[in-house]
């Protein structure tokens, strides 16, 4: 399936695009059909299934067709930091747009957001608490609401919302479109959520679990420093079958000739390459003439290669399905396989969600060095040493010397869980000045 199916107007086609999303994830092909429909909706999904665009995407769509002014959508999250992940997704999805869109949460000065809302706003997201503060000062007008999504309402429920929801349900017209979110499904939130909706569908959307087998180690490196540590890692590790995986094609294809240049038995599989060299790419990988293949993730869809011990995360994925998927071409059929992830600092919440996935932390990597990657050597790329410096204090974990002293220090992305640090004979320094 593919967004085109959708027809989204262009603008939104567009920003779908430049966001970088080129195939709908499992939440955003089932649900999009029905809410394009206008038909009510519960979404038993997590965060990191893509379900923001997924209610978004319909969402701007159908403001798109009604040209009507007021506040027309609402969205309902739990949490300051949720309003604004959505909102940042909101303007990602909606630049090309003329529809406007703010925050409303407490915390923050009420005068900012009374005049955004009297400037004239399509889109609200908005924490309970503050939006009814809004609604008995009458700084906003909720009764042209055409849609409302409710994100992570099982969150609502915890923190007590829900009363505060039933109050602002009042205020807007009863016949809307709607559409709940929430990761779990407590009886008290099922009950509210019947009030809701009606006669909603419901979609459930389980991350699949990769395979007990496959052991899920970081690397905590900077952008600039990635290639040296796949070297090392490509040359400590020397397994027959290696999938690397990179965000663009251009990096597929550049990371390819460069490691080719230095001599490894390395091709690259990405989406400017013509079915026949794909082809020769793909058959070259499967006999062994290849070693290491490069891949996209749309490229390395139909890759069905047995006997791939190691895989490596060059660029971390955007979604936790996507590294279920790419982690799941090794360790199949009960054979052990290996994923290597290579993070930098602003990959922190995805790399949480896919640790909170996995139910386990990911082990703290450390390769034996080709000698080349030492500390002079990183430093002489990083063009501000300061943010060297505060990334080194960050990521000493992987540091050999350091290592011992630092163990039982909680890793730097997961939030309270002792470290297993592995050790080899010679760890590379170079790691250790980030
Ligand atoms: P969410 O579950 O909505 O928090 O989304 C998790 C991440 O997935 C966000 O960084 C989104 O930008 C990204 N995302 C959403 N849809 C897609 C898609 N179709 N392809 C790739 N990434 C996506």
Request: charged share 25%; net charge positive; proline share 4%.
């Amino acid at each position: 399936m593919d967004f085109k199916d959708f027809h989204f107007a262009p603008p939104l086609a567009k920003a779908i695009a430049q966001c970088g999303y080129s195939t709908p994830t499992q939440i955003q092909q089932q649900a999009i059909p029905h809410l394009l429909q206008r038909k009510d909706l519960l979404g038993l999904a997590q965060t990191g299934t893509g379900k923001t665009a997924a209610y978004l995407l319909p969402t701007l769509q159908t403001l798109l067709a009604q040209q009507k002014k007021g506040v027309r959508a609402l969205i309902l999250v739990p949490t300051r930091e949720l309003a604004e992940q959505v909102y940042k997704n909101t303007l990602q999805l909606s630049t090309l747009t003329s529809l406007r869109s703010c925050t409303i949460y407490g915390g923050v000065s009420k005068v900012e957001q009374m005049k955004k809302l009297a400037r004239g706003v399509e889109v609200v997201i908005a924490c309970p608490g503050r939006l009814l503060d809004h609604i008995q000062s009458k700084t906003v007008d909720l009764r042209n609401l055409d849609t409302l999504i409710l994100d992570e309402a099982d969150q609502m429920f915890d923190k007590g919302f829900l009363p505060d929801i039933r109050r602002i349900l009042t205020h807007i017209p009863a016949k809307r479109h709607s559409m709940v979110f929430s990761a779990t499904m407590p009886d008290e939130v099922r009950g509210f959520v019947e009030d809701i909706l009606q006669d909603p569908v419901t979609i459930q959307i389980d991350h699949d679990k990769p395979s007990k087998t496959i052991s899920h180690t970081l690397f905590q490196v900077a952008q600039d420093n990635k290639t040296t540590l796949l070297r090392d890692v490509l040359l400590s590790h020397n397994t027959p079958k290696t999938l690397v995986f990179t965000k663009t094609r251009f990096k597929a294809k550049s990371l390819g000739a460069q490691l080719l240049r230095q001599g490894f038995a390395v091709t690259s599989l990405q989406g400017n390459m013509s079915q026949p060299q794909r082809q020769a790419a793909m058959d070259g990988f499967r006999k062994g003439k290849f070693k290491v293949l490069i891949a996209t993730d749309i490229a390395a869809r139909g890759i069905d290669v047995s006997e791939i011990s190691l895989v490596i995360n060059y660029d971390v994925p955007d979604t936790v399905e996507a590294y279920t998927h790419r982690v799941g071409r090794t360790g199949r059929a009960e054979h052990t396989g290996q994923a290597l992830t290579f993070a930098t600092q602003a990959d922190k919440r995805i790399v949480r969600l896919v640790e909170h996935q996995l139910g386990r932390i990911f082990v703290a990597g450390s390769v034996e060095t080709t000698g080349q990657g030492n500390t002079e050597h990183l430093q002489a790329h990083h063009d501000d040493r300061a943010t060297a410096q505060v990334e080194e204090k960050e990521a000493r974990i992987f540091t050999g010397k350091k290592a011992h002293r630092r163990e039982k220090r909680p890793f730097p992305f997961a939030s309270n869980h002792p470290v297993k640090h592995v050790r080899s004979k010679r760890t590379r320094k170079s790691q250790t000045a980030l």
